[in-house]
T-cell receptor
Framework: DADVTQTPRNRITKTGKRIMLECSQTKGHDRMYWYRQDPGLGLRLIYYSFDVKDINKGEISDGYSVSRQAQAKFSLSLESAIPNQTALYFC??????????????FGPGTRLTVT | EDQVTQSPEALRLQEGESSSLNCSYTVSGLRGLFWYRQDPGKGPEFLFTLYSAGEEKEKERLKATLTKKESFLHITAPKPEDSATYLCAVQAASGGSYIPTFGRGTSLIVHP
């Protein structure tokens, strides 16, 4: 079974609709992240959470909100979807190593289309 | 501000033609430099972490090296299955949050 799962994998929605993307992990990591990826722009951080009570904005948080329901679950919501939120969305996790850097583990992605 | 620049943006190789991808970075104290592989429509897959200048790591046909200003991902005798986008990310030692900064990637296509 995959360590980081995302649902749904594909979603088409209309402008103005509220949608939620969900992420679950079995790696036991405290840190979770939401990114969006657009062609030519690379990965951009939306929100991140270092534990259940910690939520932080990334570089492009406007129009998005998140909820950390448990150590293993981190959801991303688009309150009122707009076409320029059409993108590939990734959830990631990482450990909290005290020494050195810690790599991230990514989910399979959600392809979101807003019409 | 931490910056990561990857070059080239795209690279086409013939099977067996060795080459290198570059990741240049500017960071206030390096905590770690990461390489990832990403197949089309899939999530990035972790390859290597490098911590200090002079360090090298290998995995099959891939070898990652690190200096104080850049990292190289050397691909020896590539095969078509090595075709993917390769992402580099750096994690700064300062700032406290340790959020990695990603480059935009190098798209590699290996022709049979």
């Amino acid at each position: 079974d995959a360590d980081v799962t995302q649902t749904p994998r594909n979603r088409i929605t209309k402008t103005g609709k509220r949608i939620m993307l969900e992420c679950s992990q079995t790696k036991g990591h405290d840190r979770m992240y939401w990114y969006r990826q657009d062609p030519g722009l690379g990965l951009r951080l939306i929100y991140y959470s270092f534990d259940v009570k910690d939520i932080n904005k990334g570089e492009i948080s406007d129009g998005y909100s998140v909820s950390r329901q448990a150590q293993a679950k981190f959801s991303l919501s688009l309150e009122s979807a707009i076409p320029n939120q059409t993108a590939l969305y990734f959830c990631a996790t990482s450990d909290t190593g005290l020494a050195g850097g810690y790599e991230q583990y990514f989910g399979p992605g959600t392809r979101l289309t807003v019409t | 501000e931490d910056q990561v620049t990857q070059s080239p943006e795209a690279l086409r190789l013939q099977e067996g033609e060795s080459s290198s991808l570059n990741c240049s970075y500017t960071v206030s104290g390096l905590r770690g430099l990461f390489w990832y592989r990403q197949d089309p429509g899939k999530g990035p897959e972790f390859l290597f972490t490098l911590y200090s200048a002079g360090e090298e790591k290998e995995k099959e046909r891939l070898k990652a090296t690190l200096t104080k200003k850049e990292s190289f991902l050397h691909i020896t005798a590539p095969k078509p299955e090595d075709s993917a986008t390769y992402l580099c990310a750096v994690q700064a030692a300062s700032g406290g949050s340790y959020i990695p900064t990603f480059g935009r990637g190098t798209s590699l296509i290996v022709h049979p």
